[in-house]
Structures are given as C-alpha cells and as structure tokens.
C-alpha cells in the first residue's frame, strides 16, 4: 500500500501516510495554459490511499484523473468533501450536486472517509461511506480550560454538545426568538454569557456570517471574549478577516482544510478508518 498526496491536502496526507507506515507515491500535477489538468502516478502498489480534500472543483477534477491513474485498490479519504450543502433539491431541477461526487467516487473507490460530512442526508448519497466525527478533538483541545461552548444555532446544538463533553465545560445554542414583526431576539437558551470566555462551535465556517452575527450578539450580552472553533475552515470570501474584525480573538480549526487555523489534526482518527 501507498499513499497519493493531492495539493489540498499535502500535510494531512504526510501525517496520515506517518500513522499508517505506508510511503508517499511519486505523483505529479501541473495545468496547461489553456487551464486543463493533468495527473500522473508512479507506483507499483497494489493498493493506494488518496487523500484529497475537495475544496474547489479542481480538486475534484484531479481526483478523478488520479482515480483513472492509478492501478489496484483505492480508499479515498476526502477530509472536506466540498458540494455536500447540495443535498436535496432545494428548487425545482436543480442537481443534487452530493449526489453527483458521490456516484463519480464510488465508481472507483473501494471506501471513502470523509470527516464530518454536512449532513446526514448528505450521507444517503453514498453507499460505501465512513464519516468521521472530529468534535471531540476539538473538545480535547479546550480541555481544563475555563471556556463556554455555544452553537450559533440549534441545528448545530449536537455538535457542540459532544464538544463541550470532551472539553468538560458548559454549553449552550443561541436561540431566535421572534418579537415582532420587524424583531427578532438572539440569546443562549438557557446560560448567562457575562464575563466569560466564549467559543462558538460548529462543523463548518465558510463566509463567516452567522459566527458575525453570533459574536455581536455574546459582546452584546456581556462575554468576556468570543473565539470560534470548527472542523472545516472554508473561510471564503475574506472571513478571517471579518471574523477578526468583528471581534472574534482566535479562529480554531482542523486540518481538513488546510489553513493557518489548522491547529487540530484529524490524522490519527482518519488513520483508524484506514487499517
């Protein structure tokens, strides 16, 4: 077995290819001034991993000339896997982009390992999926620390509270509640923020508009300080920069995407799925 580093993903890939004790493959990419992609793999395994995440459709792309590539076995580990929002048929004769990237991978790969998929209707798509929870490493790493753990909604309240279990800390979602209407309040369903070191979790940060919208609501309520954690840090459309500006003092994530952020590996828990 090899394993096959893919530009999204260098670092994860190295550290995944150290846990399992398997060598890197030799693999080239490039693009052609007309913007077309090209792969190639030398290897003379029998079985390979490919770790990539997808966080743009030239990843996707070069996932797929790789799987045409290689020769044996594949497990296709993608830590992001980009498209996932696109679930359902949101509008009439949309594309249920999900839908689509799973059928393209589980043509050719024998397993996929993704972490913390968008949703569980996300995961009907596939029929040979492994995902992986990287909540409680991000608990983990807030552990004996004095922090509160807030979920900017309640769709994301299971997420933080499995979270706030390995962290040991309290937690809370914010909550909207309709006054008027032209009102709508925000506020923790049920904890009293004043004073206190905030962190709002959730799996994905992408724009950064909801974390804003949370972040001044808790300054407003009275906390302390607010910081931000989560698995995927998309961070599009200069989020860090928003974020930071509206008063965020430190963006935590994993290194599913690849980014300054990335202080937490999910290596070894990917690594697991693997063997």
Not at 19 to 40: H, Q, T
Not at 243 to 272: M, N, P, Q
Request: charged share 30%; proline share 3%.
């Amino acid at each position: 077995m090899d394993l096959i580093l893919t530009p999204s993903s260098p670092l994860l890939g190295k550290r995944i290819a150290e846990e399992i004790g398997v060598k890197l493959s030799a693999v080239s990419f490039k693009r052609f001034p007309d913007g077309e992609l090209y792969a190639r793999v030398e290897s003379q395994e029998s079985e390979h991993v490919v770790v990539c995440s997808l966080n743009s459709s030239d990843d996707f792309v070069l996932l797929n000339l790789l799987f045409d590539a290689i020769k044996g076995d594949v497990v296709a580990v993608i830590p992001y896997l980009g498209y996932a929002r696109q679930d359902r048929e949101f509008l009439r004769g949309e594309a249920v982009s999900v839908r689509v990237v799973a059928k393209a991978i589980e043509e050719r790969a024998e397993k996929v390992i993704t972490v913390n998929i968008h949703s569980e209707k996300a995961k009907e798509s596939f029929k040979k999926l492994v995902d992986v929870d990287a909540m409680p490493l991000i608990g983990k790493s807030y552990e004996g620390e004095d922090v509160i753990m807030i979920s900017p909604d309640k769709g994301s309240a299971e997420r933080v509270k499995t979270a706030a279990r390995f962290a040991n800390c309290e937690w809370d979602w914010l909550e909207k509640r309709r006054i008027d209407e032209k009102t709508v309040e925000i506020s923790p369903k049920k904890i009293d923020v004043e004073g206190k070191r905030v962190v709002i979790v959730d799996d994905i940060i992408s724009t950064g508009g909801t974390v804003i919208e949370a972040t001044k609501k808790l300054y407003e309520l009275g906390a302390k300080s607010v910081e931000c954690a989560c698995v995927h840090a998309v961070l599009a459309d200069f989020a860090a920069v928003k974020l930071f500006s509206s008063g965020v003092r430190e963006i935590v994530a994993t290194d599913t995407v690849e980014r300054i952020y990335s202080k937490i590996s999910v290596s070894k828990i990917l690594a697991e799925k693997i063997i």
